[in-house]
């Protein structure tokens, strides 16, 4: 992690790491001052390769979260929030006026948004050599995974409802493994709300 203050008096923290499955993972985002001057205190004396938070452990935030609500972890937790973005997406995104195809492109669009904010990535498929020769950056050499986002993050009562909505017919979205894990959320109504 890297704190950047820049010209216009913003104050950035830039990630830049290789997360879960070593996918890389960066990210330069704003902060408020207040935000920044703690990570500088909580940085001092260490290199930008160490770790921010070194004696802070999974289990002790679960723990922590567990002591808030029963049952809440970080997954849970993520789950929530990839969940009220595609909410959000998909009203953003689908008109009413839109035909099936459109629609669906909607969708389509909303969850590569969440999956893209979830920095769900996969290797690019060997098949594409040409193509990553011509990459310059290693972050190239991944796309976006948008199978992890619809079939482990998102609530599937809200692509259900969703579909309900705009009569899309669910098949058109979930493949037939994912109506079949889902088969639980399938009565969701068109006005479910997460």
Not at 80 to 85: D, F, G, I, N, T
Not at 104 to 130: D, P, Y
Not at 161 to 180: A, G, H, T
Request: charge should be positive.
């Amino acid at each position: 992690m890297k704190l950047v203050k820049n010209a216009n008096q913003k104050f950035l923290v830039e990630f830049n790491f290789s997360g879960k499955d070593a996918i890389p993972y960066h990210k330069v985002v704003e902060v408020e001052k207040i935000v920044y001057l703690n990570l500088k205190a909580f940085q001092k004396g260490k290199s930008d390769e160490d770790y921010v938070f070194n004696l802070i452990e999974a289990n002790f935030v679960n723990a922590y979260l567990k002591s808030i609500m029963d049952g809440l972890t970080s997954r849970v937790f993520r789950t929530y929030h990839a969940s009220q973005m595609m909410e959000k997406k998909l009203a953003e995104f689908t008109r009413a006026d839109d035909s099936e195809s459109r629609k669906i492109k909607s969708f389509k669009k909303a969850n590569n948004e969440v999956a893209i904010i979830l920095n769900h990535k996969r290797q690019v498929a060997e098949k594409c050599t040409k193509k990553k020769e011509k990459r310059k950056t290693k972050d190239e050499e991944f796309e976006t995974g948008l199978e992890t986002s619809i079939l482990y993050y998102i609530d599937p009562r809200i692509v259900v409802s969703w579909c309900r909505k705009w009569n899309i017919p669910v098949e058109k979205v979930y493949s037939e493994f994912q109506l079949e894990k889902f088969d639980w959320a399938m009565s969701a109504k068109a006005d479910f709300k997460f």
